[in-house]
C-alpha cells in the first residue's frame, strides 16, 4: 500500500510565501513523475507544477517565476516552494505521483492541504 502525505499548508497573507511537501512511503514501489494540482471552491482541479524522474519540470502559467518545484528521490519527497503569493493562489492543493507497484503503475493522491492567501 503506497500513501502520500502532505504538509505545509496554511494561511498566508499576499506576498509571503509557503512550502509544501509530499512524502510517499510504502513498500516495493517505484515513483515516476510527481506533482501538484489544486482545486478552488467552484472550479475544477489542474496542474501547478510537476517533475520527472530526472528533474524536468513543467508549470501553469500563473505560476511560473513564482513557484519551484523539486524532489528527493532518495526520500521520496516533493516539494513545491510558493512565493510572492496572490489571493487567486487560496485553493486546496493535492500532491500526484504516477507510482509502480510490481508491474502495476498508477496515479497516486494525497489528502490534500489547504492554502488560503489573504489580501
Known amino acids: 500500500q503506497v500513501q502520500l502525505v502532505e504538509s505545509g499548508g496554511g494561511l498566508v497573507q499576499a506576498g509571503g510565501s509557503l512550502r509544501l511537501s509530499c512524502t510517499a512511503s510504502?513498500?516495493?514501489?517505484?515513483?515516476?513523475?510527481m506533482g501538484w494540482y489544486r482545486q478552488a471552491p467552484g472550479k475544477q482541479r489542474e496542474l501547478v507544477a510537476a517533475i520527472t524522474k530526472g528533474g524536468s519540470t513543467n508549470y501553469a502559467d500563473s505560476v511560473k517565476g513564482r513557484f519551484t518545484i523539486s524532489r528527493d528521490n532518495a526520500r521520496n519527497t516533493v516539494h513545491l516552494q510558493m512565493n510572492s503569493l496572490k489571493p487567486e493562489d487560496t485553493a486546496d492543493y493535492y500532491c500526484?505521483?504516477?507510482?509502480?507497484?510490481?508491474?502495476?503503475?498508477?496515479?497516486?493522491w494525497g489528502q490534500g492541504t489547504q492554502v488560503t492567501v489573504s489580501s
Open positions: 500526484n505521483a504516477v507510482i509502480t507497484v510490481f508491474t502495476a503503475t498508477r496515479n497516486y
Open positions: 510504502g513498500s516495493a514501489f517505484s515513483i515516476n513523475a
